[in-house]
């Protein structure tokens, strides 16, 4: 008797459950930075439609190793929280929306196992993998990366179904076989699920589906962006578009985005930002979005490439607007609120031979990453490209000794064996009223020196 009653006390997760979970999860959360730039990095080299979505089983296997280790439903929603919030504190480029991305991907893992009594067999692994991986093209779709009027059905269904293959493999084949053989040599114990087991993890994920649709509409509704885009800055003629007295001509370009190609139209961004009149210091464009999110396109990229567009969607108290066409595509931004213009503040990098250079962060998009930064009037969210990646740009088969980041007043140096490598100290750039500057700093949040005006290579 006393043993029944000792068994009904327990948790329905153990401290072991837990840990693995949270092992997991964090693994998963740092992880995916690094399949992102190893996703982009191939699909640039081969380019076959679709192609940034190969990888995308790669985020989603730990959710699947932590349900298929635990055996315990609820496993996978759990998980694929605490991976959300991880990627989240660390600063993820989308925001709060990654929650939601998890949060989908982890509970259609756990439907997948719950299909199913016997999850020693490979189907429910394969179910798992490929639903939750595919889900993540149709989140970001509704929410966050492509404004929706750009990518057709076709287009859509492309990306989905790369996404699912990718996932059959690396979120499903993949840990079945690791499971298996950590089984077989003793290290895991695959444990059977229990009906009672199967009756809580069905009300879980019902409980969880309705948590997540509410959550979904509430972003949906909080992150509409606004009918009318206020443009200002460092110009002559603030104004909003659109605007009675500004009707740029409407055009229509084809352009690939993430693999696929396709047509949309909307007014040259060029010819709206021109209509301000910038001052001639101007020199960078700050687009931010409802959500929080803002990236930088420098003047330079604005009149060499016709393709960026300011796409309108809906009409009349429907209506929003949309960036598309920037070489980055951290730059491809849904509802725009904001287009600031600004003067960015001078970087010289004097490298070992006394040669000057200028930092433009612009030409450094796709290796930043984002994250909270503590400056002296508050933290920011900023984004931030390692540093050693930008001397090494400057350097000929040559090895220095020491980097010194500078300004004004302070100065600070780092032997280059602190810096080679190390992705974790970054240059950031700041965006204030006045124009932009550079903070020397950790991902952690830690500032070395702000604002950074010089950098000496020796």
Do not use: C
């Given at each position: 008797m ?18 693995i ?27 076959f ?11 989603v296997?730990?959710?699947?190793l ?10 996978g929603?759990?998980?694929?929280i ?15 929306i ?6 989908v ?13 016997n ?15 595919g889900?993540?093209?149709l ?24 996404a699912?293959?990718?996932g ?9 076989l690791?499971?298996?053989t ?15 087991s ?22 949906h ?5 606004p ?29 690939e985005y993430?693999?696929?190609m396709?047509?949309?139209?909307g ?17 960078t464009l ?44 951290k ?72 980097v ?15 810096i ?22 950790e ?16």
């Amino acid at each position: 008797m006393s043993e029944q009653n000792s068994t009904k006390t327990k948790f329905f997760f153990s401290t072991r459950d837990l840990l693995i979970m949270a092992v997991l999860a964090a693994l998963g959360g740092v992880a995916s930075t690094y399949i992102n730039a190893l996703s982009d990095a191939v699909h640039a080299v081969l380019g076959f439609p679709g192609g940034t979505q190969w990888a995308a089983g790669l985020h989603v296997i730990w959710i699947v190793l932590a349900i298929a280790i635990t055996g315990k439903p609820g496993t996978g929603i759990i998980t694929g929280i605490l991976k959300g919030t991880v990627e989240l504190m660390s600063g993820n480029s989308h925001g709060v929306i990654i929650l939601l991305v998890d949060l989908v991907a982890g509970l259609l893992v756990d439907f997948g196992f719950l299909l199913l009594r016997n999850k020693r067999s490979l189907l429910p692994y394969l179910i798992a993998g490929g639903l939750a991986t595919g889900s993540n093209v149709l989140v970001f779709q509704i929410f966050a990366t492509v404004p929706m009027n750009i990518l057709t059905a076709s287009a859509i269904l492309i990306l989905f179904f790369v996404a699912l293959v990718s996932g059959l493999i690396f979120a499903g084949f993949v840990p079945f076989l690791l499971l298996k053989t950590l089984a077989k040599a003793g290290v895991v114990k695959v444990p059977e699920q229990s009906t009672r087991s199967r009756k809580i993890g069905w009300y879980i994920l019902i409980g969880v589906f309705l948590l997540a649709t509410l959550l979904a509409v509430f972003l949906h509704a909080n992150y509409k962006g606004p009918q009318n885009i206020e443009i200002a800055g460092d110009v002559e003629n603030t104004y909003t578009f659109p605007s009675q007295e500004f009707n740029p001509e409407m055009v229509t370009r084809q352009m690939e985005y993430k693999g696929v190609m396709t047509e949309y139209s909307g007014y040259p961004l060029l010819e709206i930002i021109e209509h301000t009149a910038p001052s001639t210091d101007a020199d960078t464009l700050l687009i931010e979005a409802s959500d929080g999110y803002a990236f930088l396109v420098s003047f330079e990229e604005l009149e060499s490439n016709p393709n960026i567009l300011l796409v309108q969607n809906g009409q009349g108290q429907n209506t929003s607007f949309d960036v598309v066409g920037p070489e980055s595509s951290k730059a491809w931004i849904r509802n725009v609120t904001n287009l600031t213009i600004i003067a960015s503040e001078g970087l010289t990098i004097v490298d070992l031979d006394g040669n000057t250079y200028e930092f433009v962060p612009d030409d450094w998009g796709s290796e930043m990453d984002s994250t909270q930064i503590a400056l002296p009037e508050g933290s920011q969210k900023l984004q931030g490209v390692p540093v050693w990646k930008v001397i090494e740009a400057t350097l000929n088969d040559s090895t220095p000794n020491e980097v010194e980041f500078s300004n004004s007043a302070e100065n600070q140096s780092f032997a280059w064996s602190e810096i080679e490598g190390n992705d974790k100290l970054r240059l950031f750039t700041v965006i204030e009223d006045t124009g932009i500057s550079f903070a020397l700093a950790e991902m952690s949040g830690e500032v070395h020196l702000f604002p950074v005006t010089q950098i000496k290579i020796r």
